[in-house]
């Protein structure tokens, strides 16, 4: 993805940034776009689809050590 997002807290963010890359594993929850991406590994250019040209994503994470990329 095009950034990262590390910590502990529930965050709702957009970008409009291509998403060669999902890691998100050790988080709550990560949806794109409505679509559940929690506890997925893929790096093989799958893009979720875009809603007006742009990404939503509502990241949850439990510990201070989770991770989205």
């Given at each position: 993805?095009?950034?990262?997002?590390?910590?502990?807290?529930?965050?709702?963010?957009?970008?409009?940034?291509?998403?060669k890359?999902?890691?998100?594993?050790?988080?709550?929850l990560?949806r794109?776009?409505?679509?559940?991406?929690t506890?997925?590994w893929n790096?093989?250019?799958?893009?979720?689809?875009?809603?007006?040209?742009?990404?939503?994503f509502?990241?949850?994470?439990?510990?201070?050590?989770?991770?989205?990329?």
């Amino acid at each position: 993805m095009p950034f990262v997002k590390d910590g502990a807290g529930d965050f709702t963010y957009v970008t409009s940034s291509p998403i060669k890359l999902i890691n998100s594993w050790n988080i709550r929850l990560l949806r794109i776009n409505g679509a559940v991406y929690t506890k997925v590994w893929n790096s093989r250019n799958q893009s979720p689809v875009t809603i007006a040209a742009d990404y939503t994503f509502h990241y949850v994470g439990k510990y201070t050590w989770s991770t989205q990329k």
